[in-house]
């Protein structure tokens, strides 16, 4: 069911026109805008990302782990989902990998940023695709599963997204979650990229079960590459203090320290390097497969359902 912003009736039609009150929402360059005053700058992350990110995510070793895993566990959990939504679709990377894997599936993307859709677009053309404020979500009981990849750190009241996701979701539906982990690896990558925050351990677990979900999985991921991850920010912050000796805020960064570091910069290796990590991130998503679990990781993936 479709919830209308301005009347807060539910309507069940393919049109976003309130059949109560007549609200249509604007659209802006061609996607309906559901919360058109943050469509195009806002302080959840910046839009000149997308491009380059859209080129980096094909090929790079995080992006493409993540997805093998974000998918295995839709896969094992949600076999059946029929309506998906994923939160914070971005540039399509992880979206495109969902309507491979569920290609019978009813898929719907949302970004805060007209400017992604325009990629996620092109790389999945079957999917509907709305400019949304991941903070009010138009719909009720009206998916089988809603994902949240790398969204929740952006946004300050991550608890509300949580509880609209919850609203939005079917009963019996569920929740797939990916967060970055870990405040002693705050640097200066999480500053540029908009984060708010890198989630304690159990904190994430914590918010999901106050909104209402059991918890069915969850691990740590990122983990053998940790200390790799760590060594680069921390030569990150040795770089950076020289030249602007920025305050510290425990292991790596104050969290008001703003910088011109590009988020992506950590990201760029050179081939060998990355194929390596993309096999050692191979080697861990097959261990987490036999049910062994980390406390530690660089990032966070929850599983959870609405009962």
């Known amino acids: 069911m479709k919830f209308c912003l301005i009347c807060s009736d539910q309507f069940d039609t393919r049109s976003w026109a309130c059949p109560t009150c007549g609200f249509i929402p604007s659209q802006i360059d061609g996607y309906f805008a559901l919360a058109p005053a943050l469509a195009k700058e806002n302080s959840h992350y910046t839009p000149e990302a997308y491009p380059e990110l859209a080129a980096l995510e094909a090929k790079n070793f995080w992006f493409r782990g993540r997805n093998q895993l974000i998918i295995w566990a839709l896969k094992k959990y949600f076999p059946q989902a029929d309506r998906l939504l994923e939160i914070g679709c971005g540039t399509g990377f992880v979206l495109s990998g969902i309507a491979e894997a569920f290609p019978e599936s009813k898929l719907t993307g949302t970004d805060i940023f007209c400017a992604g859709l325009a990629h996620a677009a092109r790389r999945v053309p079957g999917a509907e695709l709305y400019q949304m404020d991941a903070r009010c979500i138009p719909y009720r009981d009206e998916f089988d599963v809603i994902g949240a990849f790398d969204v929740l750190e952006h946004i300050e009241e991550d608890g509300t997204v949580l509880r609209e996701i919850f609203a939005a979701l079917r009963p019996g539906g569920g929740i797939a979650v990916t967060v970055p982990q870990h405040p002693w690896l705050w640097s200066r990558q999480d500053e540029h990229a908009c984060h708010v925050r890198r989630y304690r351990t ?51 960064f104050q969290r008001d320290q703003c910088s011109n570091v590009n988020p992506t910069d950590e990201l760029r290796l050179p081939t060998m390097i990355n194929t390596a990590f993309e096999t050692v991130m191979n080697v861990e998503r097959r261990i987490i497969r036999l049910g062994i679990r980390s406390p530690w990781g660089g990032s966070r993936l929850l599983i959870a359902r609405r009962l």
């Open 202 to 252: 159990g904190e994430l677990r914590e918010k999901v079960l106050r909104a209402g979900f059991q918890v069915v999985f969850e691990t740590s991921f990122v983990s053998f590459l940790l200390p790799a991850m760590f060594v680069s920010r921390l030569f990150m912050y040795r770089k950076n203090k020289v030249s602007e000796n920025p305050p510290r805020r425990g292991i790596m």
